[in-house]
């Protein structure tokens, strides 16, 4: 079986089948759908259409504070008759139908005959053995399992296993969708039950309930003593990269390695299920402040966002991450036309969390989304990536706000940009926000950005490509009604 993997520029499929729409299901179909993929899923369970589109919904709120640039054109999610029409003329099909073997192998079965040979056929089987899974997959060879995390839309980690007859190029075709929808990839180089990080998450849980059932502690206290302490480092560090080097690594196990003969845990051994044990479990939990489960994954994902801002901000672990994943949908984002028409450099949701005192969106807000409007238009005139390591960036140095109606949570808002003026070493922009079905501005901002040299920080000329895509924006803008609001107060002097 393969354990590495050769991963070139993403190239999502158009279209993709999802075999039932559960948790993991619907977590795929949001990843997929808000990332530009069209999704047929075949569920017949009573209502499954509704569900899936609530965890898009979630999805589509956690996106909007996770992300600094404009998600691309959402797929279409589309509820199928059968499994021949969800696996019909698609690439990719992704199966997660209860975790049962028998089941499992009757649905994949059924979708390798219906599905052309070249559709990839992956399980998000938690821990069975993808042989076992294959043994009844006509072309065995394009089946994996592609093991995700709930929510899947939220927590990036996939692992890839490979069976007996899997083919290199399915693990890396698997492997190059994944990272493209902003996945994180893990090949578990050998076949085994649970995986890599089931079996060290159920290690975990198995030692959390001897905790409860011993009456050593309640299943708050038990929750509390890992949100409040190695649960933040998890996300950090995982154990072996807490002791550094390979000297660091010798000298802490030498420290700490003779206390795991200790005996501290209860290992492998789980405590017996028993009515008087499960109704203690169900007495602790219930004695819990009550909040509904919607409350608790807006909750739960609101806190995933802040988790992986707060490690995006070190350029660390999963928050590198939503950096990398931010690259791909810039470099999949429409690129500028000539066309007579302001670029539209922002589309955006308001979140919940944006909201003041008075119940509209904070005005510091209004800054946050021009300055993403901003990022957007250096994107699509090039000044990103590899042109401001080496030439430089714009740097905004003047900015004039006018608002002019408001904002409340949920709203649906697009930017549009306008150049007014450049010269080879100043910008000045325009940005209109209008709210979705409003044909006044909510806000405007006009904004002098200045082309600064990456290794002097001081003023100077845009270099190539730059420089001429913005003589040859300007150019084009010049021919669009100036903005009555515009040139108030910053002018190009």
């Given at each position: 079986?393969?354990?590495?993997?050769?991963?070139?520029?993403?190239?999502?499929?158009?279209?993709?089948?999802?075999?039932?729409?559960?948790?993991?299901?619907?977590?795929?179909?949001?990843?997929?759908?808000?990332?530009?993929?069209?999704?047929?899923?075949?569920?017949?369970?009573?209502?499954?259409?509704?569900?899936?589109?609530?965890?898009?919904?979630?999805?589509?709120?956690?996106?909007?504070?996770?992300?600094?640039?404009?998600?691309?054109?959402?797929?279409?999610?589309?509820?199928?008759?059968?499994?021949?029409?969800?696996?019909?003329?698609?690439e990719l099909v992704q199966e997660s139908a209860p975790e049962d073997l028998k089941i499992k192998q009757k649905v994949l079965a059924e979708a390798s005959k219906l599905a052309s040979r070249e559709t990839l056929i992956c399980s998000s089987t938690s821990g069975l053995r993808p042989t076992a899974l294959q043994s009844t997959v006509t072309y065995p060879e394009r089946f994996l399992v592609g093991h995700p995390f709930n929510p899947v839309y939220m927590l990036p980690l996939v692992e890839l296993c490979a069976g007996e007859e899997t083919s290199p190029e399915s693990m890396n075709r698997a492997a190059e969708i994944y990272q493209a929808v902003g996945m994180r990839p893990l090949v578990?180089?050998?076949?085994?039950?649970?995986?890599?990080?089931?079996?060290?998450?159920?290690?975990?849980?198995?030692?959390?309930?001897?905790?409860?059932?011993?009456?050593?502690?309640?299943?708050?206290?038990?929750?509390?003593?890992?949100?409040?302490?190695?649960?933040?480092?998890?996300?950090?560090?995982?154990?072996?990269?807490?002791?550094?080097?390979?000297?660091?690594?010798?000298?802490?196990?030498?420290?700490?390695?003779?206390?795991?003969?200790?005996?501290?845990?209860?290992?492998?051994?789980?405590?017996?299920?028993?009515?008087?044990?499960?109704?203690?479990?169900?007495?602790?939990?219930?004695?819990?402040?009550?909040?509904?489960?919607?409350?608790?994954?807006?909750?739960?994902?609101?806190?995933?966002?802040?988790?992986?801002?707060?490690?995006?901000?070190?350029?660390?672990?999963?928050?590198?991450?939503?950096?990398?994943?931010?690259?791909?949908?810039?470099?999949?984002?429409?690129?500028?036309?000539?066309?007579?028409?302001?670029?539209?450099?922002?589309?955006?949701?308001?979140?919940?969390?944006?909201?003041?005192?008075?119940?509209?969106?904070?005005?510091?807000?209004?800054?946050?989304?021009?300055?993403?409007?901003?990022?957007?238009?250096?994107?699509?005139?090039?000044?990103?990536?590899?042109?401001?390591?080496?030439?430089?960036?714009?740097?905004?140095?003047?900015?004039?706000?006018?608002?002019?109606?408001?904002?409340?949570?949920?709203?649906?808002?697009?930017?549009?940009?306008?150049?007014?003026?450049?010269?080879?070493?100043?910008?000045?922009?325009?940005?209109?926000?209008?709210?979705?079905?409003?044909?006044?501005?909510?806000?405007?901002?006009?904004?002098?950005?200045?082309?600064?040299?990456?290794?002097?920080?001081?003023?100077?000329?845009?270099?190539?490509?730059?420089?001429?895509?913005?003589?040859?924006?300007?150019?084009?803008?010049?021919?669009?009604?100036?903005?009555?609001?515009?040139?108030?107060?910053?002018?190009?002097?």
């Amino acid at each position: 079986m393969p354990d590495t993997l050769t991963i070139s520029l993403p190239n999502l499929p158009n279209t993709i089948g999802l075999l039932a729409g559960g948790a993991i299901g619907g977590g795929w179909a949001a990843r997929f759908v808000l990332n530009g993929v069209n999704v047929r899923l075949y569920d017949p369970a009573p209502n499954a259409l509704d569900r899936v589109s609530q965890q898009v919904n979630n999805a589509r709120r956690a996106y909007s504070r996770l992300l600094s640039v404009a998600l691309p054109p959402e797929g279409s999610l589309t509820l199928v008759d059968s499994i021949g029409d969800a696996v019909k003329d698609v690439e990719l099909v992704q199966e997660s139908a209860p975790e049962d073997l028998k089941i499992k192998q009757k649905v994949l079965a059924e979708a390798s005959k219906l599905a052309s040979r070249e559709t990839l056929i992956c399980s998000s089987t938690s821990g069975l053995r993808p042989t076992a899974l294959q043994s009844t997959v006509t072309y065995p060879e394009r089946f994996l399992v592609g093991h995700p995390f709930n929510p899947v839309y939220m927590l990036p980690l996939v692992e890839l296993c490979a069976g007996e007859e899997t083919s290199p190029e399915s693990m890396n075709r698997a492997a190059e969708i994944y990272q493209a929808v902003g996945m994180r990839p893990l090949v578990v180089r050998k076949e085994v039950d649970g995986f890599v990080a089931n079996r060290l998450q159920e290690a975990l849980w198995r030692e959390a309930l001897w905790l409860v059932h011993d009456e050593v502690a309640t299943v708050e206290e038990v929750d509390d003593a890992i949100r409040f302490s190695f649960g933040l480092r998890r996300a950090i560090n995982g154990p072996f990269r807490m002791a550094g080097g390979g000297d660091g690594m010798r000298r802490y196990m030498e420290q700490w390695g003779p206390m795991l003969q200790w005996p501290w845990s209860k290992l492998s051994e789980v405590p017996g299920l028993t009515k008087d044990f499960l109704d203690k479990l169900a007495s602790q939990s219930d004695s819990r402040e009550a909040v509904s489960s919607a409350e608790l994954e807006q909750q739960r994902d609101d806190c995933y966002v802040a988790v992986l801002q707060g490690l995006r901000s070190q350029g660390y672990g999963a928050g590198a991450l939503i950096e990398d994943w931010e690259n791909t949908l810039r470099a999949r984002s429409p690129q500028l036309t000539s066309g007579e028409v302001a670029v539209e450099t922002l589309t955006l949701q308001m979140p919940s969390d944006w909201v003041d005192s008075n119940g509209h969106i904070n005005e510091s807000r209004y800054l946050e989304v021009f300055s993403k409007a901003t990022g957007m238009l250096e994107d699509q005139l090039g000044a990103q990536g590899e042109y401001k390591v080496v030439h430089g960036s714009y740097y905004t140095v003047e900015t004039h706000l006018s608002h002019l109606g408001e904002l409340f949570p949920g709203d649906h808002i697009t930017v549009l940009t306008q150049i007014l003026d450049a010269d080879k070493k100043r910008l000045r922009i325009f940005h209109t926000l209008t709210r979705e079905g409003d044909c006044k501005p909510v806000a405007t901002a006009e904004q002098m950005l200045i082309h600064v040299d990456a290794t002097s920080r001081r003023a100077c000329a845009a270099k190539g490509a730059v420089r001429e895509r913005v003589f040859e924006l300007a150019r084009i803008h010049a021919g669009i009604p100036r903005p009555a609001r515009a040139g108030a107060s910053i002018q190009m002097r």
